[in-house]
């Protein structure tokens, strides 16, 4: 280890993420060589073009000991479908997590394993379980923790469904983005235990007081994980051109800036797209959700929507909800039980809407 070139790096890597303060997972940080697990990492170039990044590339090492989120696979259509998350946000998540030695934890996305390698070497490896979806990943995840000399279990799956043959669980983590605490992991969750996961564009923290039923608050950091892509997810911006505009006074700016947080919530799973004018300023937003349900407005204070869910009335509630400002993260929480999910604002009893349930 005294050999390793990067040990200078990673040690300063590891006293200075999230600013350095005091953090039970420092020295996890520091033990375990990330570049190890992120031996390449795929960059845009000036135009956009994903370019794979290896040790012999110059700013390799600095890199991946920076507090920067690495893409690690792309998928067919050049989109990224896994990565390194960024440290700083891994390491509030497992703040967040308050394991203690001899916790059972599970992971839903493995990805390199470089956040199973950092829970197997404060926890114990024969108490971490991790899944992910793609087998590939999970192959060359359960190798470098070998090379690293670890092995927590590792499995493909859809880790929406959680690890029933590993229950129950004392805490869960999920390293990417859900729509809701799923049923299964709440079936598999110790009483007592703590699940953090991303939700929308937050990371929510929920405690389990009883046998299904768990709550908690978002964490005041933000959070951009990838959102799971489902099938049938075009915008139907034909049907819309069909639609009479509707008068809006919601500035389309909020859509995609003070409103974002709460928007991504109330619309689990939701996607946006926006158009500028040649000076760059938006011009008009677009959005849609999986079911086909579509809006669009723009600048001069129109609005269309189609489909079974009404968008754009979603935004206009929450523009009346929250008329000025962001609304802080930390004041928003779900709770999970078996009658449903529910977000909620300020309180549990607060105001709130449910949670549609997530395909697994
Ligand atoms: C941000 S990456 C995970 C980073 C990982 N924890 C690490 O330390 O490298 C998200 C991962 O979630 C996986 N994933 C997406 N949907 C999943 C699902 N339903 N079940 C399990 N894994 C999933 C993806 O394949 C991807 O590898």
Redesign the pocket.
């Known amino acids: 280890m005294t050999d390793d070139p990067t040990a200078g790096l990673r040690a300063r890597f590891a006293a200075t993420i999230g600013g350095g303060r005091p953090s039970p997972w420092r020295d996890a940080f520091a033990a375990v060589p990330r570049h190890l697990?992120v031996p390449s990492f795929f960059r845009q170039d000036g135009r956009g073009e994903w370019r794979r990044v290896t040790a012999v590339d110059d700013g390799y090492a600095e890199a991946v000991y920076s507090d920067t989120a690495l893409t690690t696979q792309l998928d067919a259509g050049g989109i990224p479908?896994?990565?390194?998350?960024e440290p700083s946000t891994m390491l509030a998540m497992l703040d967040a997590l308050g394991a203690e030695s001899g916790h059972a934890v599970f992971?839903?996305?493995?990805?390199?394993?470089?956040?199973?390698a950092l829970l197997a070497h404060r926890l114990g490896a024969e108490n971490v379980t991790s899944?992910?979806?793609?087998p590939g990943?999970v192959d060359l995840a359960v190798r470098r923790l070998g090379e690293y000399g670890t092995r927590p279990y590792v499995t493909a799956g859809?880790?929406?469904l959680g690890c029933p043959e590993r229950a129950p669980f004392d805490r869960i983590i999920a390293?990417?983005a859900l729509r809701e605490i799923q049923p299964a992991l709440l079936e598999q969750a110790a009483v007592g235990a703590v699940i953090v996961a991303p939700i929308g564009f937050g990371i929510v923290r929920a405690t389990v007081s009883k046998p299904g039923h768990a709550e908690g608050r978002f964490l005041p950091i933000p959070a951009l994980?990838?959102p799971?892509r489902t099938p049938g997810s075009d915008p139907d911006f034909e049907s819309l051109r069909q639609q009479a505009p509707e008068r809006t006074t919601v500035p389309v700016t909020d859509v995609l800036e003070r409103l974002k947080f709460p928007l991504s919530l109330a619309l689990p799973g939701y996607n946006s797209c926006s158009w500028q004018d040649a000076a760059g300023t938006v011009t008009a937003v677009g959005l849609w959700t999986d079911d086909g349900s579509t809006a669009l407005a723009d600048t001069t204070g129109q609005a269309r929507q189609t489909g079974p869910h009404r968008l754009w009335d979603t935004v206009e509630h929450l523009a009346s909800a929250f008329p000025t400002g962001s609304p802080p993260r930390e004041a928003f929480g779900i709770t999970a039980s078996p009658a449903g999910r529910h977000i909620w604002y300020g309180e549990p009893e607060g105001p709130g809407w449910k949670v549609r349930a997530d395909a697994p």
């Open positions: 697990f479908s896994s990565s390194s998350s992971e839903l996305g493995t990805g390199t394993g470089y956040n199973a899944v992910d979806v793609d990943l859809d880790g929406a390293t990417a994980f990838m799971r």
